[in-house]
């Protein structure tokens, strides 16, 4: 049903300070070689989104459509996906989106 030798993953953490590279066959493999290459608890529940839009990743049906080399992210009970957005971003009129944000 997959490819004999899996797909290649970029699989960041929940808070996308780490990232590694994972080959996996299956949605339970990924799961596993990513908790063990980011060092997370194996009592820890995961869950693996999609890093560009936050999809879930809910089964192996879905995971067969995922390409090669896509970017996943990894996330522990209680994490949630948030966009990835720099630090600092201009606006179209030159502003820095942080300025027009208002109070904190």
């Known amino acids: ?7 290649a993953f970029r699989v960041w953490d929940g808070e996308r300070r780490v990232k590694v590279g994972v080959v ?3 949605l339970h493999e990924l799961k596993s070689k990513g908790r063990q290459h980011l060092n997370l608890p194996e009592e820890e529940d995961l869950s693996i989104v999609l890093e560009d839009d936050g999809t879930v ?9 995922i390409p090669d080399q896509t970017v996943v992210q990894l996330l522990t ?5 948030r966009p990835d957005i720099p630090e600092s971003v201009t606006q179209t009129d030159g502003t820095d989106v942080a300025d027009t944000a208002g109070p904190i």
């Open 77 to 81: 009970e209680g994490q949630e996906w």
């Open 57 to 65: 990743v809910a089964d192996n049906e879905f995971f067969q459509f």
């Open 24 to 26: 996996a066959r299956s």
């Open 1 to 7: 049903m997959y490819a004999a030798q899996g797909k």
